[in-house]
């Protein structure tokens, strides 16, 4: 049974970091390509960052590229989403995805796998 659980939401303050952490299990690990997908109140789930585990290859969109960094630790199957110089606008339930795919980006629909979120709340 495939897995992915993210841990590592809260509250903070804007202007703080939190890291993000999604544990997964029963697909191989390095042949996946790993990512995070957010979804703010009211609004659509929007791919924020991926990662290829086989080479490294990752993805940002404008929207958090400088501020947050996507990696992987292969030797325990985990993905890691560092997020930095938070707004509040990033306030928002994140999803960690993964695809039997070497490609990133990948769009919405090519996801196999979601997690079932964890919520991050950026107080002004």
């Known amino acids: 049974e495939v897995q992915l659980v993210e841990s590592g939401g809260g509250l903070v303050q804007a202007g703080e970091s939190l890291r993000l952490s999604c544990a997964a299990s029963?697909?191989?690990?390095?042949?996946?390509?790993l990512g995070w997908f957010r979804q703010a109140p009211g609004k659509e789930r929007d791919g924020i960052s991926c990662?290829?585990?086989?080479?490294?290859?990752?993805y940002y969109p404008d929207s958090v590229k400088g501020r947050f960094t996507i990696w992987s630790d292969n030797a325990k199957n985990t993905v890691y989403l560092q997020m930095n110089y938070l707004k509040p606008e990033d306030t928002a339930v994140y999803y960690c995805?993964?695809?039997?795919?070497?490609?990133?980006?990948?769009?919405?629909?090519?996801?196999?796998?979601w997690g079932k979120g964890t919520l991050v709340t950026v107080s002004s």
């Open positions: 995805v993964a695809a039997s795919s070497n490609k990133c980006p990948i769009g919405y629909y090519g996801w196999d796998y």
């Open positions: 029963g697909f191989i690990f390095g042949d996946y390509t």
């Open positions: 990662i290829s585990t086989k080479d490294g290859n990752t």
